[in-house]
């Protein structure tokens, strides 16, 4: 299946908003679940755009993968900050989501390389992203790609 990459556009923001949902829902565990709902983390998730996106936001981009007709298949969000680790400038993408008829169809790839490449373009060396210990495909992916694991996030309740 062929798919061409693009920037996000206006109409574009509702269905990007879902998919982010969707990719949050997914990594949740089921206590995680149990404290919130969907409504919810669409707020956080309109929040973050709304933040991020903004003037006063970091370096970012959303591209898009549409299939030929136009439709919108998947997308990665990338971004600029500072690392934790090193203070050094990185990339990082905060979100990739492929629609489900899309996935294993190369598409998820594709959006990484096009997010490695906005960041070479400005200018970053290393690029990272965190990955939800229950989506195996991603982290498969992501292994593929050659990204390396560095880190564990654990989460209690209190």
């Not at 409504?39 to 933040?51: A, G, I, N, P």
């Not at 200018?123 to 992916?141: F, H, K, Q």
Request: hydrophobic share 35%; aromatic share 6%; charged share 30%.
């Amino acid at each position: 299946m062929h798919f061409v990459l693009g920037p996000i556009s206006s109409r574009d923001r509702d269905w990007m908003e879902q998919g982010c949902v969707e990719s949050v829902w997914k990594t949740l565990s089921p206590d995680q679940r149990r404290e919130t709902n969907r409504d919810q983390v669409l707020e956080c998730v309109r929040t973050q755009v709304d933040r991020l996106r903004g003037s006063g936001g970091p370096p970012n981009a959303i591209i898009v993968g549409r299939t030929e007709s136009g439709d919108p298949a998947g997308f990665v969000w990338v971004s600029i900050n500072r690392s934790s680790f090193t203070c050094r400038r990185e990339a990082i993408i905060l979100m990739l989501f492929v629609q489900r008829p899309y996935r294993r169809k190369g598409l998820g790839g594709k959006l990484v390389k096009a997010a490695e490449d906005w960041a070479r373009r400005k200018g970053v060396e290393r690029i990272g992203l965190n990955v939800g210990v229950r989506n195996i495909p991603a982290d498969t992916l992501y292994e593929r790609l050659g990204y390396e694991r560095l880190s564990t996030i654990r989460s209690k309740r209190l």
